[in-house]
């Protein structure tokens, strides 16, 4: 993979998110769990060109962004979306994703990050902030709705410190 200034990104991010998917990773390629998002997306925040994503508390990737300091977001092409489902649906406490959906594992460029071969593209980000959705400051009442069981997000902002695309 070729590693490109976040400028030069020509994705329509609301696609690429909340269209196309990616997985977040969090945990280095011996001890990781990652998931499938459609929440999230990219800008820029103190001067730096970033990442927001969000991870409920009660899912497995929880655990690993807690103990990280750095963490991966990959995009796939459309032979991956049976994947992605995958892992949106199945918890890593119970299986092996990359075993379950033949994806390849590997360390990314920043250490402490993994990703996977079959991504066309990867963002490697060092957490910089993180907040818990608060639903006492929801200003739209039917966002209360998303959260039936009351386990709020917490955001995650991050640094890009690679962009990888094939």
């Avoid at 459309?78 to 994703?97: F, P, Q, V």
């Avoid at 957490?127 to 069981?149: R, T, V």
Wanted: glycine share 10%; proline share 4%; net charge negative.
């Amino acid at each position: 993979m070729n590693i490109i200034n976040p400028d030069q990104l020509k994705d329509n991010v609301f696609e690429l998110v909340g269209s196309e998917w990616m997985l977040i990773t969090a945990g280095a390629p011996d001890s990781y769990n990652t998931m499938t998002a459609s929440w999230g997306g990219l800008g820029v925040i103190w001067g730096k060109n970033v990442c927001f994503c969000v991870i409920r508390p009660t899912r497995y990737t929880y655990e690993f962004m807690e103990k990280a300091d750095v963490f991966s977001l990959s995009f796939f092409g459309t032979e991956c979306r049976e994947a992605l489902g995958i892992c949106g649906a199945k918890s890593g406490r119970e299986i092996d994703k990359a075993a379950v959906t033949g994806l390849t594992a590997v360390a990314g460029n920043l250490p402490g990050t993994t990703h996977f071969a079959q991504s066309r593209m990867v963002i490697e980000c060092k957490k910089i902030y993180f907040q818990d959705l608060d639903p006492a400051n929801f200003l739209d009442p039917g966002i209360e709705a998303m959260y039936p069981q009351k386990d709020y997000h917490r955001l995650y902002i991050g640094e890009i410190v690679n962009c990888l695309v094939k």
